[in-house]
């Protein structure tokens, strides 16, 4: 059997895409391994509708079932390699190989955290990466911010916005912070430290305080990664695929990339902010520019001539 689409990653952007192709009437599969980053805890302020603010698991199943009310069949597992035969893309999972017409890859990117026991719980409820997605809830409040670089400094003045007690924790072995910007951030009052975190202990949801594998310890009230990420495309190698400099894949507007009938959406791209709502328009977008190229001939008029 050959889907007419196979959709990589249920994570917002993928499941936006769902929702579309099902509408559109088109045999989609969306394969997922499920460890996205809309399968932390954390909850999601300034996505529209939400007055409330919404769980990205919550969020998560709405959109599946939004989906599979449209017909669109769902699957657990990785996809681990893709390549072309013909006009169709075979990918490749334990166990088996899927063909379909067109894809649309919504992988989603790999965070760095930092590497301590218990991180994962942490996650969107005492440990942040995003001053887009949770800067607001720091107000006032006292946080690490873990990293090593300029970059990760320059995020780390932007919190000044919203708190002005604000500590750099930086890895030892990983620091490449320029003499200039160690001291534009202690110019501003940013203090710096330097060690590895051991472990977080917590008081019900609250941060009781950070210990360092030195055995010192660090009052907070929450903590910022400022790592960075990785976009999931290793199983990608066997195709002729287009990334930018940062590895994320290249797309026009309409979310096609390089190849026809291979079309991306969500954080693994590089064209819009990551977020829940780009997301959600990248895969509405893309599901859109999928469904065209799938209208039989029968189903097309010879090019019209542009309006205006
Ligand atoms: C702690 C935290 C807080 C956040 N807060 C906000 C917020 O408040 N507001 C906001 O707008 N955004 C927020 N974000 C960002 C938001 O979660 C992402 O922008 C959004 O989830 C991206 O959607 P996506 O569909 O591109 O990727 P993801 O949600 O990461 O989903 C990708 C999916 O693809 C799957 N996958 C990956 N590789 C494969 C493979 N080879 N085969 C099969 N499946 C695969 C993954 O398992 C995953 O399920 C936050 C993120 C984090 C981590």
Known sequence: MVWECV????GPAGLSAAVYMGRFRRKTLVIDSGEGRWSYGQWNENYLGFPEGVGAQELHDLGHRQAERFGVEFQTGSVTRVYREGDEYVLTQNPGELRARSVIWAAGVRD?????????????????????????????????????????????????????????????????????????????????????????????????????????????????????????????GDLDLELARNGHIRINAKNQTNLPGFFAAGD????????????????????????????????????LPRDG
């Open 112 to 236: 760095k955290w930092p590497t301590f026991v218990g991180v994962r719980s942490l996650v969107g409820r005492q440990l942040f990466w995003c001053i887009v997605c949770d800067g607001w809830r720091t107000l006032d409040k006292r946080l690490l911010l873990l990293g090593d670089d300029d970059k990760a400094a320059s995020t780390v003045l932007q919190f000044l916005t919203y708190s002005r007690d604000l500590t750099v924790l930086v890895d030892p072995e990983q620091d490449r912070l320029s003499s200039r910007v160690r001291k534009r951030l202690r110019d501003d009052g940013v203090k710096l430290v330097h060690g590895k975190i051991d472990h977080v202990t917590l008081q019900g949801e609250t941060v009781e305080g950070v210990q360092l594998r030195d055995g010192s310890l660090l009052e907070t009230d929450l903590l910022f990664s400022l790592y960075g990420s990785s976009p999931n495309t290793e199983a990608l």
């Open 7 to 10: 959709i990589v990653g249920a």
């Open 268 to 303: 693994v791209t590089n064209r819009h902010a990551h977020q829940v709502i780009s997301a959600a328009h990248e895969g509405a977008q893309a599901a859109q520019a999928a469904n065209h190229i799938l209208y039989p001939e029968v189903q097309r008029l010879p090019k």
